[in-house]
């Protein structure tokens, strides 16, 4: 065993040597003494702005890259280049429809680039040197984008955007229905999934005829950087996709002054709303998730069930927007003992191999001070974590604490509304709520579900037909998985995954996310003739 592990690393080794001149970094040896560099990318060329940013290493603080930080006086090219696409894009089904079977083809090189194990071992470390997970969750992360890609490869961009034909009311008469790009678009993603959520939209973006301008969090947007050279190598126009690092109010110059059609927003509420407004509701948005578990009342598979609350609670250090938020346990399970079956697999979780690990966007303090917060409900305990992992490097500028759980007791949840709101509070990291609840209080769950402003995810475990059936209608997020093996943490390609409620709410990874995100219904009415001799043209 030990000789086959040391011939794959071998093999990986001569592999990452092998990549194509597309790859211009090594993801393995960047370092402060070996910084990577970061450009920015418009009218097909990759250039620099005055000034650039260190990037601190989540894991040691090093700064280990340099991303560009433009200012607002160097954004002109950005807004001339978009303002340059027409509002019927660079195609649509009747302009330069070729481009549907180019971006099938682009699909098919991208998949098998993907493929090569040298190029998915690349991605994957490159994924988690920025967005730190273990191995094994980064590379499903590339694993889903190559999925994706084998998926829309041949004709499947163009069977995406099919058109629809109805008889008219006459001979000659008949309406059609397109689906119409919007043309200059802005496309925001977040950084706990650097590769797959930018990669997904971006595809559907270019798929419908659209030009986006693609920004990712700039600590982590050189992984995107490389996937769009790895497209440009597969042969997608230099012109198609201009991208740019930095911060996001520079950004949000740029869409403002090019008047974009659109624009796709992943990531916080609140700057989701921002965006909304400065846009003039120009958006789509993937925004926050305070998603929910529901335990029923039939036990059964105890030990999947636990490892796979564990898994949607602390993955990732917690740091997904489908992660699980608030575990409702019915009595039943309690008894069974599933607190302390978490409990004992969150132990295990180690810096040692990235099952736990830093966190981008929440302090240590500032986690562990909400942990303070809501344990001064009364009746609420900590059931587990609540400390800061011992023997890290994690700069301060990051979060690090171990995976932690508090009981809040559900009769206290809907008491006042300052404790609603913290109890709902979205922590972006590896803590989540349980609460207890009987037969007689799935009415207060299901209130409670009903008060929540984020619909994204949710879960309801259980194979009881009558439970899960009222659950489901009596809920509306977006992505909801129902029966014993019911998770909430799940993008993959083969399903829309998306929230509910909102008319803003975007999809991402199917054909039909694609047409509702990234496309607007156009009807043409051809009415040719002939007109029938003898037809009073009688004026009303």
Same mark, same amino acid.
């Given at each position: 065993m030990w000789t086959r592990a040391l011939q794959r690393q071998c093999n990986l080794a001569q592999g990452r040597r092998s990549l194509g001149s597309w790859a211009n970094l090594d993801a393995v040896k960047m370092s402060e003494a070996n910084p990577a560099q970061a450009y920015n990318l418009v009218n097909g060329n990759w250039h620099l702005p005055a000034k650039s940013k260190s990037i601190p290493d989540p894991y040691n603080g090093e700064k280990f890259v340099q991303v560009p930080d433009p200012q607002a006086s160097e954004v002109g090219e950005f807004v001339k280049s978009l303002k340059a696409v027409p509002k019927t894009g660079l195609h649509n089904?009747? $302009?330069? +429809?070729? !481009?549907?079977?180019?971006?099938?083809?682009?699909?098919?090189?991208?998949?098998?680039?993907l493929r090569k194990p040298?190029?998915?071992?690349?991605? &994957?470390?490159?994924?988690? !040197?920025?967005?730190?997970?273990?191995? =094994?969750?980064?590379? &499903?992360? %590339?694993?889903? =984008?190559?999925? *994706?890609?084998?998926?829309?490869?041949?004709?499947? %961009?163009? #069977?995406t955007a099919r058109s629809f034909g109805q008889a008219g009311d006459h001979a000659g008469q008949q309406s059609n229905g397109y689906r119409w790009p919007f043309g200059p678009v802005g496309l925001i993603t977040p950084f706990n999934f650097p590769l797959e959520i930018p990669a997904l939209q971006l595809m559907g973006a270019l798929f419908m005829g659209n030009k986006p301008l693609l920004h990712v969090d700039h600590r982590v947007s050189l992984v995107v950087e490389m996937f769009v050279r790895m497209l440009h190598h597969c042969g997608m126009p230099l012109n198609d996709v201009d991208l740019i690092h930095g911060n996001g109010k520079v950004v949000g110059d740029i869409l403002k002054k090019a008047e974009v059609r659109s624009t796709l927003f992943t990531g916080s509420a609140k700057v989701a709303e921002i965006l909304a407004q400065e846009l003039k509701g120009k958006v789509f948005l993937e925004d926050a998730g305070f998603d929910w578990k529901v335990l029923g009342p039939d036990v059964s598979n105890i030990d999947y069930v636990s490892w796979v609350c564990d898994q949607d609670a602390y993955a990732c250090s917690g740091q997904k927007c489908s992660a699980q938020s608030i575990l409702f346990m019915h009595t039943n399970w309690v008894r069974a003992g599933i607190e302390d079956r978490i409990k004992s697999l969150a132990a295990k979780r180690s810096l040692k191999n990235d099952t736990i690990g830093p966190v981008i966007t929440w302090t240590t303090e500032a986690m562990l001070a909400h942990v303070d917060k809501l344990l001064q409900i009364p009746g609420a305990r900590l059931? *587990?974590?609540?400390?800061? #992992? @011992?023997?890290? /490097?994690?700069?301060? %500028?990051?979060? &690090?604490?171990? +995976? /932690? &759980? %508090?009981?809040? +007791?559900? $009769? @206290?949840?809907?008491k006042d509304e300052d404790t609603f709101k913290t109890v709902t509070t979205e922590v972006f990291g590896p803590l989540q709520v349980l609460t207890e609840y009987n037969d007689g209080e799935v009415d207060t769950v299901l209130q409670i579900t009903e008060k929540m402003h984020a619909h994204l995810t949710a879960a309801i475990v259980s194979n009881d037909a009558l439970f899960v059936q009222k659950m489901l209608a009596n809920t509306v997020n977006g992505t909801t998985y129902a029966g014993i093996r019911a998770r909430c943490t799940g993008a993959p390609q083969n399903h829309w995954f998306g929230p509910a409620g909102d008319p803003r709410g975007a999809g991402i990874g199917t054909p039909e996310a694609i047409r509702l995100v990234w496309s607007c219904h156009r009807e043409i009415i051809h009415d040719n003739g002939p007109i029938p001799e003898g037809t009073a043209l009688t004026q009303t």
């Open positions: 089904p009747l $302009k330069n +429809p070729e !481009r549907y079977n180019m971006y099938g083809d682009i699909c098919s090189k991208a998949a098998m680039e040298e190029v998915a071992d690349f991605f &994957a470390h490159l994924v988690k !040197r920025f967005s730190p997970k273990s191995y =094994t969750q980064a590379l &499903a992360e %590339v694993k889903i =984008t190559q999925r *994706f890609l084998e998926n829309f490869s041949g004709d499947s %961009v163009r #069977l059931a *587990f974590g609540g400390k800061e #992992l @011992e023997g890290h /490097t994690v700069p301060k %500028v990051y979060g &690090a604490i171990q +995976p /932690t &759980a %508090v009981f809040v +007791p559900l $009769k @206290e949840m809907l």
